[in-house]
């Protein structure tokens, strides 16, 4: 059953993006009556798609679901050349990340200026929202702004694993 994550209720029904009215509509072609799964502030409901006015999202049932993970995960990431970090994002959120942190170390290629800044955060927040729907997630993977060295330290936890080892620092003779 497809899933969504609503971010507004009023009474008994879900308000979702124009985007996924149109994914509703146009894409999957859903009649009148068919259910999907909203997500809502970490609850799932089972939901009944009806076209009248418009599309409405009311609900039929709760649904007693949890799969987050019981421990939460923020990674982060330097960020990689090109586009790498979109498929970062995607797969960590699939495995169950609750937070990315790109992070801009002194080589990283890509760099976030002013003018792009924001609809690259846009794209990947909707990268990390489409991977979180798909993986059945209770939430969405918070993806915060890039750091440097020093905003790292933000992010200190109980546990921090640190993978120095990375092919790149392994020198072979």
Known sequence: MQEYFAKEKRNNEF?????????IEKVLRMK???HIVVT?????YDCIVSFSGGIKIN?????????????????I?????KDKFELVIQKTCELGVK????????????ILDEKNSDKKMQRWQMIAKEACEQSKRNYEVDISLPVSLNGILDYKSELNIIDLNSKHNIHQK
């Open 77 to 81: 990431y330097g960020l990689p050349k």
């Open 32 to 34: 009148q009556g068919s």
């Open 99 to 110: 937070r990315i942190v790109p992070y801009l170390a002194k080589r990283s290629i890509p």
């Open 59 to 75: 609900i039929n049932s709760k649904l007693n679901v949890d799969n987050e993970l019981k421990t939460d995960v923020t990674l």
């Open 15 to 23: 308000i979702l993006t124009s985007q996924d009215e149109f994914h």
């Open 40 to 44: 809502y502030m970490g609850e799932k």
